[in-house]
T-cell receptor, first 117, second 114 residues
């Protein structure tokens, strides 16, 4: 079974530039998550999709971050304009749902390491 | 507030030593608990999980964890570590029947000396 795919793996930009990350979840997983992991910390959820609808974006800095999952499969996370504090690893994860409706374990992609100069 | 606290930030052990990594959580309601591991250069992968039932759960590579509800803890253990266990370990919690959102601890870096 193919895992969660992400690209690019690394990105270096200057502050105030824009950047986009792409994620392709495991086939059949309706739930997709984007996490931000700052060095020395655990991942923090930015946004969660169920199919193409947003379930939770309470931690997403909406003035500069946006995300979409138009066809309910691939997803794109964008930052515009980037700030120095956005330097982090951006992780995509996906999961299926269990028979009772609760969420199964999440499978993570390799992440995109963003450096903002 | 929902949070996860991992007691040790950096642990150094010799091969064959026993391991216990502490994890405490603060979360209202019924929880699902997870330990994820990130080996050098690799992505996060699930080590073990607790959803319900037997509070002692066994995972891959000889790891186990015990859920103690009264202590809000989910400590990870391994009786004898190997050099290949060198990695970063993350404890995480989500609410049962909730969105599935994971709240992670800050991670523990384990270094095993051969």
């Amino acid at each position: 079974e193919a895992g969660v795919a992400q690209s690019p793996r690394y990105k270096i930009i200057e502050k105030r530039q824009s950047v986009a990350f792409w994620c392709n979840p495991i086939s059949g997983h309706a739930t997709l998550y984007w996490y931000q992991q700052i060095l020395g910390q655990g991942p923090k959820l930015l946004i969660q999709f169920q199919n193409n609808g947003v379930v939770d974006d309470s931690q997403l800095p909406k003035d500069r971050f946006s995300a979409e999952r138009l066809k309910g499969v691939d997803s794109t996370l964008k930052i515009q304009p980037a700030k120095l504090e956005d330097s982090a690893v951006y992780l995509c994860a996906s999961s299926s749902r269990l028979a009772g409706g609760s969420y199964n374990e999440q499978f993570f992609g390799p992440g995109t390491r963003l450096t903002v100069l | 507030a929902q949070s996860v606290s991992q007691h040790n930030h950096h642990v150094i052990l010799s091969e064959a030593a026993s391991l216990e990594l502490g994890c405490n959580y603060s979360y209202g309601g019924t929880v699902n608990l997870f330990w994820y591991v990130q080996y050098p250069g690799q992505h996060l992968q699930l080590l073990l999980k607790y959803f319900s039932g037997d509070p002692l759960v066994k995972g891959i590579k000889g790891f186990e964890a015990e859920f103690i509800k009264s202590k809000f803890s989910f400590n990870l253990r391994k009786p004898s570590v190997q050099w290949s266990d060198t990695a970063e370990y993350f404890c995480a919690v989500s609410g049962s029947g909730n969105t599935g959102k994971l709240i992670f601890g800050q991670g523990t870096t384990l270094q095993v000396k051969p």
